[in-house]
């Protein structure tokens, strides 16, 4: 079965400071997909980064990049320069690539706080 | 473009009433799936629908939960009999098919059961 875990409940981070939220995952197959979303208080799910399994290079996408460490399982997500709007709830979530559909497996997310 | 959109944004029901929620996924998408989120938690899959077939119903969590589509684009989730634990935020994604992997979200229905 696959699953996700996110260790940190909660994060505060300062205004323009670096801040990396966690995430480890189990799966025995080969072939997923890692993303992490981003959840603000109105509710609506962004997506912020993928990163495949076989994707040699890790991802990102302005600033956000993604800490792929396969033999880990982990696939943490780092912010750098940190915003006021980047406070929000930050989910990690997985698919196999190989099965027949492509439901997201979800973690229970890390709040994150921007400090000005 | 449009994006996905959901409604009732909110839906107050009494206990062991039914209710009916509905998603319009962005045109052209074939994939739609159904995901619920208890207050503080992450989402919890419900159903995935290719076209306005089902293929994967492994997360309803009893037989009270129905979901269809219809003519490859609307979808209705039905909860019936309601029960308080059925609170939650029921959201709707789609994407361009179940390869894509991107999943486009709506706003979410918030269900409340008195």
């Known amino acids: 079965a696959q699953k996700i875990t996110q260790t940190q409940p909660g994060m505060f981070v300062q205004e323009k400071e670096a801040v990396t939220l966690d995430c480890t995952y189990d799966t025995s197959d080969p072939s997923y997909g890692l993303f992490w979303y981003k959840q603000p208080s109105s509710g609506e799910m962004i997506f912020l980064i993928y990163q495949g399994s076989y994707d040699q290079q890790n991802a990102t996408e302005g600033r956000y990049s993604l800490n792929f460490q396969k033999a880990r399982k982990s696939a943490n997500l780092v912010i750098s320069a940190s915003q006021l709007g980047d406070s929000a709830m930050y989910f990690c979530a997985m698919r196999v690539l190989t099965s027949n559909t492509g439901k997201l497996i979800f973690g229970q997310g890390t709040t994150l706080q921007v400090k000005p | 473009g449009a994006g996905v959109s959901q409604s009732p944004s909110n839906k107050v029901t009494e206990k062991g009433k039914d209710v009916e929620l509905r998603c319009d996924p962005i045109s052209g998408h074939t994939a739609l799936y159904w995901y619920r989120q208890s207050l503080g938690q992450g989402l919890e899959f419900l159903i995935y629908f290719q076209g306005n077939s089902a293929p994967d119903k492994s997360g309803l969590p009893s037989d009270r939960f129905s979901a269809e589509r219809t003519g490859g684009s609307v979808s209705t989730l039905t909860i019936q009999r309601t029960q308080q634990e059925d609170s939650a935020v029921y959201l709707c994604?789609?994407?361009?098919?179940?390869?894509?992997?991107?999943?486009?979200f709506g706003p979410g229905t918030r269900l409340t059961v008195t």
């Open positions: 994604a789609s994407s361009l098919g179940a390869s894509s992997y991107e999943q486009y």
